[in-house]
């Protein structure tokens, strides 16, 4: 029959510049996946139109977010990065997504209430909808696996929602046409087309809030720069955001439950934790009882690790990095490979090279993060 097998799929919005949170909810994850995982990344530009239909740059936006995939360690080779729009199925499989869907199910959804405010009968109707063209993304691949910040959690469970009812709803059409696979659904096992996709949400940063407000998430839109560190902060910016973050004046707990009620102290040890790849709880064994004068320069200073030689920043180009090199050999074969591979995995897989194209000189911007914060964790400065 039509096996569904394991996939991973996963999308960022090309507005604003990536952030930390950005980067340890989701894509630090997406490069870890890579290992075992046959996985699709995707530059979602049509859900930017959602809260704003024109944006000044929103090329050089799905580039530089292109770019960030790649130096943060993305494999284009092995795995799928393109870009949403270039793939009609998207919306398409969205429209069908919006006869299936309830408008209840829109309305109850946060971050639609949050993005609408007030005045919901002005917003686009795009916004409303927003969460079934998502679930097209992720389903028009059929998609199992999503790795995802905490606060699209309510997303992926309508994408379940969605993919529930068209299950049942055609389980009968589904079998006759020879396309379905058995899929327990409560007590029921229904001739399913889509797998029910599980939401990947876990670490010790699933949620990175505001350096300046622990009760606020980190956000490209909080005027406060001091706020959030950005992908393309240097060294100097990010040791300077650290100094400033916002704490309290005890020490450190030596456990977990010591964090609670001290928003800004569990976040930034959620931070050190996260980059060092390790627990809150790790963490604490080690600072607990530290003030933050000694804690904050450890998280802002690299731990004790000497840059890897192509992290030097006197590195010759060519040696600075491997998803960087992969990066520029991946455009210079994409061309055949797309032409090899037509195994109908995805229509964006042909379209890529036009994506990466004149992505050298932001993947080198894309750098400066990695090497604070690469796959390897802080690194120190040359
Ligand atoms: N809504 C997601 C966000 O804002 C972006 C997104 C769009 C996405 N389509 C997706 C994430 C599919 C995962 C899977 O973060």
Redesign the pocket.
Known sequence: MNAISPRV?????PTGNLHLGNYLGAIKKFVALQESQDCIY?V?DL?SITAQLVHEDLKGQIRSITAAFLAAGIDPKRHIVFNQSRVSGHAELAWIFNCVARIGWMNRMTQFKDKAGKDRENASLGLLA?PS??AA??LLYRATH?P??D??KQ?IELTRDIAIKFNNDFSDRIAAAGLGTPIPMGEETVNGYFPLTEPMIEGPATRIMSLKDGSKKMSKSDPSDLSRINLTDDADQIARKIKKAKTDPDALPSETAGLAGRAEADNLVGIYAALAETTKAEVLTEFGGRQFSEFKPALAEPRGRKARPDQRRDAPADRRSRPYRRGLEGRRRAGRRHRREDDGRCEGDRRLPAVTRRLRGQAVAGLAIRRYVGPEGPAGEP
């Open positions: 799929f996963s999308g960022v919005q995707c979602v859900h927003y063209l998502m993304d992720i999503v995802v910040g606060d699209q997303h």
